[in-house]
Structures are given as structure tokens and as C-alpha cells.
Nanobody, 120 residues
Framework: QVQIVESGGGLVQPGGSLRLSCAAS????????VGWYRQAPGKQRELVASITSSGSTNFADSVKGRFTISRDNAKNAMYLQMNNLKPEDTALYYC??????????????WGQGTQVTVSS
């Protein structure tokens, strides 16, 4: 059983920063790709940023230059640093991970999400 838990969300003023964390625990042998997604009310879930096991990153155009993604493989942890936040960044942020257990079986799993609200 694997559990993915996000944390670090909250209320921040425009121009502020937040750092989201994603912790994966359980029977995990390795984590390959990790992605941060977000879903605003009335909108579809969208990819914000992703990072592969080798460290290659990809960002949505709307967050390029403001967000960075990183991971700590030893801790099975992933992070999303968000700077210069805008009201349009308000959404529920989810962590998604592709991983393999000790039996060699591959999975794709989601966390429950953490709310980010950008407002003055």
C-alpha cells in the first residue's frame, strides 16, 4: 500500500510564495516521474510541472519562471516552489507519482490535494 500526502498549501497574498511538499510512503522501490497538477473550481485538472527520475523538468507556460520543481529520491519526497503567486494560481494542487514496488509492479497514484489560495 502506498500513500501520497501533499502539504504546504494555504492563503497567500499576490506576489507571495509557497512551497508545496509531496511525501510518498509505503512499499516503494523507486519513483520515476512525478507531477504537480492543479484544479480550479469549474476547470479541468491541468499539469503544472513534472520531473523525471533523471531530473528533467517540464512546466506549464503559465508558471514558467515562477515555479520550480524538485525531488529528494532518498526521502521519496517532491517539492513545488511557487514564487510571485497570482490570483489565477488559486486551485487545489495534487501530486501524482509513477512508482514501482518491490515486486516490480508499476503504479500511478494521486494524493488528496492541498489548497492554494492567492488573494489580498
Amino acid at each position: 500500500q502506498v500513500q501520497i500526502v501533499e502539504s504546504g498549501g494555504g492563503l497567500v497574498q499576490p506576489g507571495g510564495s509557497l512551497r508545496l511538499s509531496c511525501a510518498a510512503s509505503g512499499s516503494i522501490f523507486s519513483i520515476s516521474a512525478v507531477g504537480w497538477y492543479r484544479q480550479a473550481p469549474g476547470k479541468q485538472r491541468e499539469l503544472v510541472a513534472s520531473i523525471t527520475s533523471s531530473g528533467s523538468t517540464n512546466f506549464a507556460d503559465s508558471v514558467k519562471g515562477r515555479f520550480t520543481i524538485s525531488r529528494d529520491n532518498a526521502k521519496n519526497a517532491m517539492y513545488l516552489q511557487m514564487n510571485n503567486l497570482k490570483p489565477e494560481d488559486t486551485a487545489l494542487y495534487y501530486c501524482n507519482a509513477e512508482f514501482r514496488d518491490y515486486s516490480g509492479v508499476s503504479y500511478n497514484d494521486w494524493g488528496q490535494g492541498t489548497q492554494v489560495t492567492v488573494s489580498s
